[in-house]
């Protein structure tokens, strides 16, 4: 009986090591800008993802990229390619790292860092005088909203 607590110990503890978020400021780029594991823990959900892209308080990606899947949302950008067979073309880790920061895919992207916290330049209070603050900002996606939008885009295959 006392192994199938030690049994069980283990394996909730192996869980919550898992379940931790990597933090923005922990997060592993390889050299071309991927991110070869979860920065949540857990595996995306799909269906969530979408409403992450569509979500003007969240991602929004739809603002910017066209994507078919989510015909139903207004407005689809042409600023960024189309999403459409996004699938067929980037693995997970590459759509993880892209998100996440694209500038270190892309050096010159204008798409946001969505898990980014600190380095930014910023504008001081042009009302006070005052200079900006240099504390970290939060980030525009949570490490697990970033899981979602991934398991998402991975939907997305050509016909």
């Known amino acids: 009986m006392k192994l199938t607590g030690i049994s069980a110990a283990v394996v909730f503890c192996a869980t919550a090591a898992i379940a931790n978020p990597v933090t923005p400021g922990d997060v592993q780029f390889d050299e071309y800008g991927a991110i070869q594991t979860s920065l949540s823990g857990t595996m995306g959900d799909a269906a969530s993802g979408a409403k992450i892209m569509t979500s003007r308080a969240k991602g929004n990606c739809v603002a910017c990229h066209a ?9 689809h ?20 790292g892209i998100i996440a920061n694209a500038k270190m895919t892309f050096e010159g992207s204008i798409m946001p860092a969505f898990y980014k916290t600190s380095g930014f330049i910023r504008a001081g209070d042009g009302y006070t ?11 525009i996606l949570t490490a697990q909203e970033i899981e979602d939008v991934v398991a998402f885009l991975m939907t997305l295959k050509g016909s």
């Open 67 to 75: 994507v078919t899947a989510l015909k139903d949302a207004p407005f």
């Open 129 to 139: 005088g005052k200079g900006a603050k240099e504390e970290d900002l939060t980030p």
């Open 77 to 96: 950008g042409e600023v960024g390619p189309t999403l459409d067979g996004i699938a067929d073309y980037r693995t997970a880790e590459e759509l993880r």
